[in-house]
């Protein structure tokens, strides 16, 4: 979006077989994070171009539409086939994953206040603690992988011949957050596992009582969201590791990772 500096609003238009299809990945609460109260009418806007770049789709064959459309510009195009709208969806989630990834390097910041930035920070406290017992797992930590073609690399908290880990955390404020967060995870895995055969797992942390009071509410959501995702890894063979610290974490990644 112009001026914003936000060059992660991706807008993914799918040529299926059952008709084109379009879908919008934003990171949550972005917009309301840029404009506040104006936070609806900047997503209103998105999705009115996007409707727009879809009719201009389906008119002329997913041909490319004026870059100045609506104040949105576009970058580099990167197609991929896959067998269905739901497999597209998620190879766009990993590409957006990957460029998430190359503009937080770029930066060289974790992003302190987002749900990715706190999962970034209890990797690197459970590789402290693992370098501390298996200093021979340490080089599998924050390795890359490509898991869609022409796309950019993404990092993995774990990532080893056999095994593919990765972190996320649940605060008490921003649990919706950290459900959005842990499923994009989980859709990294599923893309590497796809394609290299690893076995994949997803640690959770989940907020310390002691630090967060979570009233009755919280709890539900928190159960809710756990729960889908426990469904999900089910269906995907991935395992979904709730923990409630650093050590749980750090014991559960060098069980997983055997001896690699």
Do not use: C
Not at 22 to 31: D, I, N, V
Not at 83 to 106: D, I
């Amino acid at each position: 979006m112009l001026g914003s500096g936000e060059r992660l609003s991706v807008a993914v238009i799918v040529d299926a077989v059952d008709g084109i299809q379009s879908f919008t990945l934003l990171r949550p609460g972005l917009l309301q994070n840029l404009y506040g109260d104006q936070g609806e009418a900047a997503h209103a806007l998105i999705k009115s171009a996007t409707r727009t770049a879809l009719a201009l789709a389906t008119s002329s064959g997913l041909a490319v539409a004026d870059p100045g459309l609506e104040g949105f510009f576009l970058d580099e195009i990167k197609t991929t086939r896959a067998e269905s709208a739901k497999v597209a969806a998620r190879q766009a989630a990993a590409l957006y994953s990957s460029l998430a990834g190359q503009v937080e390097q770029s930066s060289g910041t974790d992003e302190p206040g987002s749900s990715d930035g706190a999962s970034t920070r209890f990797g690197k406290e459970v590789e402290r603690l693992v370098a501390q017992r298996r200093i021979e797992l340490t080089r599998y930590f924050w390795q890359s992988a490509i898991p869609v073609s022409g796309g950019h690399p993404i990092r993995f908290t774990f990532l080893s011949e056999h095994a593919a880990i990765q972190t996320s955390v649940f605060r008490g404020g921003q649990i919706s957050q950290g459900s959005a967060a842990s499923r994009l995870r989980m859709w990294e895995l599923m893309t590497v596992m796809e394609q290299s055969g690893r076995r994949g797992a997803l640690i959770v942390r989940k907020p310390d009582p002691e630090k967060e009071a979570l009233g009755a509410k919280a709890m539900q959501n928190l159960d809710r969201w756990l729960n889908q995702l426990f469904e999900e890894g089910d269906r995907h063979q991935i395992r979904v590791i709730p923990v409630a610290s650093t050590e749980a974490a750090a014991t559960t990644l060098e069980a997983f990772a055997g001896t690699d």
